[in-house]
């Protein structure tokens, strides 16, 4: 039977109380994971990968198709550009240690222009659009582009129509190829060596402001064609038909959507509006539930804070300079939004970066009785060379396929490259196996974490009766899980007059297969609350760690010394206000290493390094962490 939602129903289920929905009937039939844990297991992962399915990553010479992704996160090697006379990559890169679960999320709008455009013998593989497609040129990359701006985006008529392809039947033909090439990699047996996601990008704009999702299945059950930017032109026509065609229309189908690079969009990804005549509650809940997290970091940068915005009140945090793609001066957009931050144009919003969203999620549940953003955090790559989890610093390829794939490049480049770029990050999540439905699960209830690169090893529990004395315990995990809430949880109603206490877990990434090891810095929570008038503020307490930072040798990017190998702290919020909505999450920190850039100008002879290599705005270390997803109290 479809599941019949209601206003009622969506309030009741995690928007609200923390609890996921009931699980869906379907799963994929496999073996039993060998690994399975009721205390749950750390995998690693990546949900944001394009490869030759998608137009921008095509036209840059990238020929790794869905299947060639798979077998790099395997850790197979994969050639990327330059092309060689066969019209295969030259230049072969592979993971020094593979992933446990990955998504190829290709751009749902082209899937059916791309693919006649590049198929010899296709209706419109001679038309002059797909000729100049295929030139690779920075036209075609702007024109399909700016085909998705807009709240009424068109597909191009000389490819689509009476002439051209029928494009929605030919997208949802390559649709069958994308889910075939993630059933064939998905291992079934005990062993559960990797894990894949039926998956696609909704890659709607408007006023050159992004407003991106990548949309994420529950297991095999999907759609018979992707909900595009063409079909859903906005996020809520996306959202209801996600619900209609998934939830609703397949019995067993489950779907979640994950927003990412706010810091593209200059408030508008956030901002709370329900159109004219729609239930504003009923819309928030919707989006509460259809969204539950959101894409902390990847290679277009940092979305976590940024110092001086409006509406954020706090002491200035130094760690939130960290791989900015906007740099002041900008103009604040306050309480309303801007355009052209795809440019990096614009306004800057205080809607832009997590903590003001999670300020305003708290002030819309004050006003409406729901909070639509309560958001777990996960980083990714939005690699569009088809190599998921290639986030070393040390041997950082580039992104982009031949438009970044030199270090003079990657230094000079311009949108969609440029030297603020970074590697990507990686997904964690805390699952009892990994299976499809475990991991998915995990990400629905919001017991994920992400990280710019490392597999630092996070684990956070909050509650009111945890013992104090937990970091000395062997089994902090069990005694923290049936006493508490693990990340991304709600506490329940206070249990006496004192704050919550938190317990917080971090392991230095132990590297290997080639990727480097390094000492961890500081622990640190941050504790978000709005005060009686509604102003939202935010503070930053180190629990664990934060001695002197090591020296980086900048001459050689050799690795510092000092730091530690485990941070381990029990700590009590000792200005809780029991009538004042919070949130907290925790930062774990590395001691800093040479940036990526910084390893590239040091490749180059002095007198060829460009400006970038010089560029006060561009930093030559990196500090490297994790994020965890929050804990929240609600009145």
């Known amino acids: 039977m479809p599941r019949l939602r209601t206003l009622a129903s969506l309030l009741s289920t995690s ?103 590049t198929t010899p013998g296709s209706a419109i593989y001679e038309m002059p659009r797909c000729v100049t497609y295929r030139a690779g040129t920075n036209t075609s990359l702007v024109a399909f582009g700016l085909g998705l701006d807009g709240e009424m985006p068109r597909r191009f008529s000389d490819l689509c129509g009476q002439d051209g392809l029928d494009c929605p039947a030919a997208a949802a033909a390559v649709w069958e190829r994308m889910q075939a090439a993630a059933e064939a990699a998905y291992d079934r047996t005990s062993a559960c060596e990797l894990t894949t996601f039926v998956a696609y990008e909704w890659s709607g704009s408007r006023g050159l402001s992004n407003l991106h999702r990548n949309v994420i299945f529950r297991s095999a059950r999907a759609p018979a064609a992707p909900l595009s930017h063409f079909e859903a032109p906005t996020a809520l026509e996306l959202w209801r038909g996600l619900r209609e065609q998934c939830q609703e229309g397949l019995p067993g189908c489950d779907v979640l959507s994950i927003p990412h690079n706010a810091n593209w969009s200059n408030g508008n990804l956030f901002i709370p509006t329900a159109p004219e005549g729609e239930d504003a509650a009923a819309v928030a809940a919707l989006r509460g539930e259809m969204e ?125 490259v440029d030297p603020r770029d970074n590697p990507g990050g990686l997904v964690a999540v805390w699952a009892e196996d990994k299976s499809r439905e475990a991991i998915f699960d995990a990400l629905r209830r919001r017991e994920v974490y992400g990280t710019s690169g490392p597999r630092i090893a996070l684990r956070v529990f909050g509650g009111w009766d945890l013992p104090e004395g937990l970091c000395g315990q062997a089994d902090l995990v069990a005694v923290a899980d049936s006493s508490g809430v693990p990340m991304g949880g709600v506490l ?17 990434d132990p590297g290997g297969g080639g990727d480097v090891s390094r000492a961890l810095d500081r622990v640190e929570i941050i504790k978000g609350w709005l005060d009686a008038q509604g102003q939202g503020h935010v503070a930053v307490t180190t629990v664990a760690g934060g001695g002197a930072l090591a020296a980086v040798d900048l001459s050689t990017c050799a690795p510092a010394a000092g730091g530690a190998a485990s941070l381990c702290a029990v700590w009590r919020d000792p200005d809780f206000d029991r009538a004042a909505p919070a949130f907290y999450y925790v930062r774990a920190l590395e001691q800093p290493s040479c940036r990526w850039s910084t390893r590239d100008c040091l490749a180059l002879a002095e007198a060829e390094r460009p400006p970038a290599c010089s560029d006060p705005g561009i930093s030559q270390i990196v500090q490297e962490r994790a994020w965890s997803s929050p804990i929240w109290f609600t009145p």
């Not at 945090?317 to 795809?342: H, N, S, T, V, W």
């Not at 329940?492 to 230095?508: E, I, R, T």
């Open 15 to 117: 928007v609200l109380s923390g609890c996921a929905d009931p699980t869906p009937e379907f799963v994929d039939v496999r073996e039993p994971c060998a690994d399975h844990n009721p205390l749950r297991n750390l995998y690693w992962g990546d949900l944001h990968v394009h490869t030759s399915y998608s137009f921008d990553a095509w036209l840059n010479d990238v020929r790794v198709d869905p299947a060639g992704a798979y077998r790099f996160a395997r850790g197979e090697a994969v050639g990327l550009p330059p092309l060689g006379a066969d019209g295969v990559g030259t230049r072969m890169v592979a993971l020094a240690r593979p992933l446990d679960f990955v998504a190829v999320t290709d751009h749902a709008e082209y899937l059916a222009e791309v693919d006649g455009c």
């Open 292 to 416: 539950p997290l959101y894409e902390v970091f990847q290679h277009k940068g940092d979305s976590e804070c940024m110092n001086g915005l409006s509406g954020v009140m706090g002491l200035e945090d130094e760690a939130c300079e960290f791989e900015k793609l906007r740099q002041a001066p900008f103009e604040d957009c306050g309480d309303g939004a801007g355009g052209q931050g795809i440019l990096g144009n614009g306004c800057v919003s205080k809607l832009d970066y997590l903590r003001g969203i999670l300020i305003e999620g708290m002030k819309e549940e004050r006003r409406l009785g729901v909070n639509p953003y309560r958001l777990g955090v996960i980083a990714s790559t939005d690699t569009h060379n088809g190599t998921p989890g290639l986030v070393a610093e040390e041997v950082f390829p580039g992104h982009f396929g031949s438009r970044d794939d030199q270090p003079a490049l990657r230094l000079t480049g311009t949108i969609p």
């Open 492 to 508: 329940p109603a206070p249990s006496g007059d004192q704050g919550p206490l938190f317990v917080v877990s971090a392991l230095a």
